[in-house]
Nanobody, 118 residues
Framework: QVHLVDTGGGLVQAGGSLRLSCVAS????????MGWFRQPPGKEREFVAA???????IYTDSVKGRFTISRDNAKNTVYLQMDSLKPEDTAMYYC????????????WGQGTQVTVSS
């Protein structure tokens, strides 16, 4: 059974930083692209960042230069380093896993709340 466990959220002031982590179990981690999504209050879930084929990492425009996605295959973990946080980054953040040959994000974490105060 596949599990993705998101941690690292919290309350931070604007301009601050947080690092989210997502530990995966029950899957062969190397065979999956990993990504992060978020759902702001009252809005739809949206893409944030992910590993892909080419280019190897992709980001939504609003986080480029501020967020960095990384992974440690030895620990089955994907990270999202979030710097220069803004109030509009407030959302529930979810990690997700997509099989290399698939276009669909199949597995999802339970989410971790990020709140940025102004």
């Amino acid at each position: 059974q596949v599990h993705l466990v998101d941690t690292g959220g919290g309350l931070v002031q604007a301009g601050g930083s947080l690092r989210l982590s997502c530990v995966a179990s029950g899957l062969t981690f190397d065979n999956y692209y990993m990504g992060w999504f978020r759902q702001p209050p009252g809005k739809e879930r949206e893409f944030v960042a992910a590993f892909s084929d080419k280019p190897t990492t992709i980001y939504t425009d609003s986080v480029k230069g501020r967020f960095t996605i990384s992974r440690d295959n030895a620990k089955n973990t994907v990270y999202l380093q979030m710097d220069s946080l803004k109030p509009e980054d407030t959302a529930m953040y979810y990690c997700a896993a997509r099989f290399l040959s698939s276009i669909s994000w199949r597995y999802w974490g339970q989410g971790t709340q990020v709140t940025v105060s102004s």
